[in-house]
């Protein structure tokens, strides 16, 4: 069992940046799928971005990618997801999440995979 708590999230204007934390409870870290994934008010939950424990390999969706970057610490228990060009459409409430038994890449990707989940963070990005 892994506990996740997330901090960094806040309101920005369009253009800005933030950077979201989600500390991890729990000896197996290093070896665990990390993720983020976001849900806005009516929507479904989104995948983000996620972090390999083994090799740190590093997916994400399309709607970010180059703009967002996940990245862990493993001697701080700690990943991080820095929110750079920020959007009003990026407003969501962002939940980290953790598996120590994902494999196959498209896992990654699925927010069903995952049995880990913190209590989320708000993120609004004002036009």
């Known amino acids: 069992q892994v506990q996740l708590v997330e901090s960094g999230g806040g309101l920005v204007q369009a253009g800005g940046s933030l950077r979201l934390s989600c500390a991890a409870s729990?000896?197996?870290?290093?070896?665990?799928?990390m993720g983020w994934f976001r849900q806005a008010p009516g929507k479904e939950r989104e995948f983000v971005a996620a972090?390999?424990?083994?090799?740190?390999?590093?997916y994400y969706a399309d709607s970010v990618k180059g703009r967002f970057t996940i990245s862990r610490d493993n001697a701080l228990h700690t990943v991080y997801l820095q929110m750079n060009s920020l959007k009003p459409e990026d407003t969501a409430i962002y939940y980290c999440?953790?598996?120590?038994?994902?494999?196959?890449?498209?896992?990654?990707?699925?927010?069903?995979?995952?049995?880990?989940w913190g209590q989320g963070t708000q993120v609004t990005v004002s036009s």
């Open positions: 999440a953790a598996d120590t038994s994902l494999y196959y890449t498209v896992s990654y990707y699925l927010a069903g995979k995952y049995r880990n």
């Open positions: 972090i390999r424990g083994s090799d740190s390999s590093t």
């Open positions: 729990g000896r197996t870290f290093s070896n665990a799928a």
